[in-house]
């Protein structure tokens, strides 16, 4: 195991989000924020509790998976896509390193910025909303698959993009409106019930339930449901990253 | 003889559109030579390069780097092999310090700030140091990937094109710098299309065209086998033009008629070089001083690549 390349790649990575603060972090929790002072504020006061829950609050779980979604996404496939951009992968390429460390690297680095502006958005929520974390563990391990699945997501869009435009395609056409359709502003089970169907096959809801679940106990979908998806998520991601680099595809002619 | 640290093998590499950039090519590099590879752009120089590196899939064969199959043991291979790619390819933003630090690390060796430092000592990169790559000249940019490849220790390292778009200053400087690797034990493959640096350089010169390895020769038993010779014949006095006696000799007078050339091949059973002091003097031809010149690597180089094609 060449540990010292994983570290080379994690600092690397880790390097280039704090070189950009403001882009790389204050602005995304700031964005974020918005969500639950417009949202939570403003609109929830006019809502009533949603299963005991004041909306302020029962729509942070939501955004902080929206956040570490769209995060992890794109900086797991910038992270990637940039070298082979400028053609500096070749160092990448020719170094003693397996694939499993290069993907750790990476995919570690992109994880660990998304769960610390995850974290910094559930800090800023605390000041204005209530909140409660029932399962603090269950939260934790939401929070840890949820990035990491991600990352490897936007790992394999950073290898398969063949331009800039696909590398925002993804995040801005998929990621978005599944957040956005997944419950994250609201519980399915107040949609009519083909939507309610309808919503079941996408796969952020999963996320967005199980992740709710840990704050307040409350789910669209049973817990163990939510596990066993992101479980699938994350292997089929490995499967993918695995396939990518058994064959070299877009990496190696 | 001792085993050959780099060992190419029948390799061929056939790219998706059917391009065939290498065609069964065969090498051997012995420990501690500098081996220049020498052909023109698209050769397969490049290509070469880049299987034997990891960059690169090979269609057919094998590398072998001091006895380490380069795909099966890719980690023993690789991590002897230091690259100084063509294009300078560099993180615009990270500094020289942290991007030559990173390559290091990269090769799975521990921070050594001592050694970073000599190597950027070396290539008076020490007062940039902390400058971001994109602040830098194309010459520094340069100057940084050999920085790069040298981070690790490398027993083998390649040079690919590593004085195009450099000036003459800091070629010399490089030149200076590949010789004192080499007195270090490192073994050099570059490539170049710059003949002079080919003949300044390296112990022995592959010659590789359209995908194949035409030869690979000692620099100077190539020359001396390949080379053809010129005498050069001063006159004492100058002439208007070659004398009809003299025409079929292949004659050429240069320096305003004051010195015939005659150009003969060094290997030859007969160079002619009898035939024509005979017939310089039937022709009543009185000279003051005889030269030979043996031709340089561009000629030869130049007539290879002609006949290849």
Known sequence: ??????RAIYKFEMNRTFRTPLQSIIAPVISTSLYFVVFGAAIGSRITEIEGVSYGAFIVPGLIMMMILTQSVSNGSFGIYFPKFTGTIYELLSAPVSYF?????????????????????????????????????????????TALTFSLVGFIIGILAKGMEQLQTVPLLVIMPLTFLGGTFYSINVLPEIWQTISLANPVLYLVSGFR??????SDVDVSVSLVMIGIFLAACIGVVGWIFRTGYRLKS | MPQPILSIAG?????????????????????????ALLGPNGAGKTTLISIVCGITNATGGTVTVDGHD????????????????????????????????????????????????KVLRDLSLWDKKDNRLRELSGGMKRR?????????????LFLDEPTAGVDVELRKEMW???????????????????????????????VINHGQLLFVEDKGELMRKLGSKQLIVQLQEPLEAVPDAL?????????????????????????????????????????KDLQTRQSSLEDIFVNLVREDK
Do not use: C
């Open chain 2, 247 to 287: 025409a079929k000799q292949g004659l050429e007078l240069s320096e305003g008629g004051g010195t015939l050339v005659y150009t003969y091949d060094a290997h030859a059973e007969r160079t002619g070089i009898a035939a024509l002091l005979a017939a310089l003097s039937e022709a009543g031809l009185r000279y």
């Open chain 1, 1 to 6: 195991m060449n540990l010292e390349a994983i």
């Open chain 2, 144 to 156: 940084v990937l050999i920085a790069k490849a040298l981070s690790h220790e490398p027993r083998i």
């Open chain 2, 11 to 35: 390799l061929s590499k056939t790219y998706d559109d059917g391009f065939e950039a290498l065609k069964s090519v065969d090498l051997d590099v012995e420990r501690g030579e500098i081996l």
């Open chain 1, 101 to 145: 460390e290069v993907v750790l690297g990476y995919v570690g680095a992109a994880a660990t910025k998304s769960m610390i502006l995850g974290i910094l958005v559930l800090l800023t929520a605390g000041f204005f909303v209530p909140l409660r974390i029932e399962h603090p563990v269950f939260m934790a391990l939401f929070l840890v698959l």
């Open chain 1, 213 to 218: 679940w840990s704050f307040y106990g409350i």
């Open chain 2, 176 to 206: 200076a710098l590949v010789r004192e690797l080499r007195q270090s034990g490192v073994t050099i493959i570059l490539t170049t299309h710059y003949i002079a640096e080919a003949e300044e350089m390296a112990d022995r010169i592959g």
């Open chain 2, 70 to 117: 380069n795909v099966r043991e890719y980690r023993a291979a690789r991590s002897q092999i230091g690259l100084v790619p063509q294009e300078l390819t560099t993180d615009a933003f990270e500094t020289v310090w942290a991007t030559v630090s990173h390559s290091r690390g990269l090769f799975g060796l521990k921070p050594n700030p001592a050694h970073i430092e």
